[in-house]
């Protein structure tokens, strides 16, 4: 459960759009969201119904059009592009559908990125992306490329990197999709301690209900809205009847 009740990401009356006259598409139609410190919040809902799109405004990756937008206490609406990067790079990770992994660099080096944006030097940085790489059980990989992975393996190595420099606030677009049944379990373990250390918090998009008993909270998504959100017995009851 949640250790504190310190708001840790808040969205109010958000609304984005893509493409203009026939093509438009509205992705959010005005979503109120709100996640805590110590949590783990699973965001659910179709295909298509906008929750990639919500993750990556929270992220700061993306403009949206109206609404309100605070992280970690620091609010996102006006604040320029450049200070917007920088606050993600330090306080932020990602775990992206697609990975997003660079082709060129190791694995090791792969993970060791973010450490090295936040000023830790080469050898450390190296270091504790051997032991995330382990921990994620890909300990004999470290000096393989992205590309001779299986999707699976990549999907680990994408969150060991995000791990790395034990961001505040943790972001995954479908962290299992690519993995068997144990795999997702020991990654959903280590995003759950993540989750629960003080200060820091964990949000995850999924269409796993095999994951949905790791949420201390799930909001559901339906054509651009949140349309539930759950915890406590509320919480129970979807995930008894869901799974
Ligand atoms: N870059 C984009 N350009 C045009 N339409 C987009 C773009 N990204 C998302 N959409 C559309 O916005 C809607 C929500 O997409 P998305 O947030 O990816 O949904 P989900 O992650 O729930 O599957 C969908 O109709 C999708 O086609
Ligand atoms: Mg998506």
Redesign the pocket.
Known sequence: MSSSNSIAVQVRGVTKS??IGDSR?V?LKGVDFSTREGELHLVV??????????LSVVAGTLDWDAGEIEVLGTRLNGMTKGAVTAFRGKHVGFIFQQFNLIPTLTCIENVSVPLLLNGHHRGEAERRAAELLTTVGLAEKGRKRPTELSGGQQQRVAIARALSHEPRLLIC?EPTSALDSATGHQIMELLATAARKPGRCVII?THDPRIYGYADRITV?ED?RVTQVLEGDALRHYIETHQ
């Open positions: 893509f493409g598409t992705a809902g179709p295909s298509g119904c906008g929750k990639t799109t919500l677009d998009v998504m651009g």
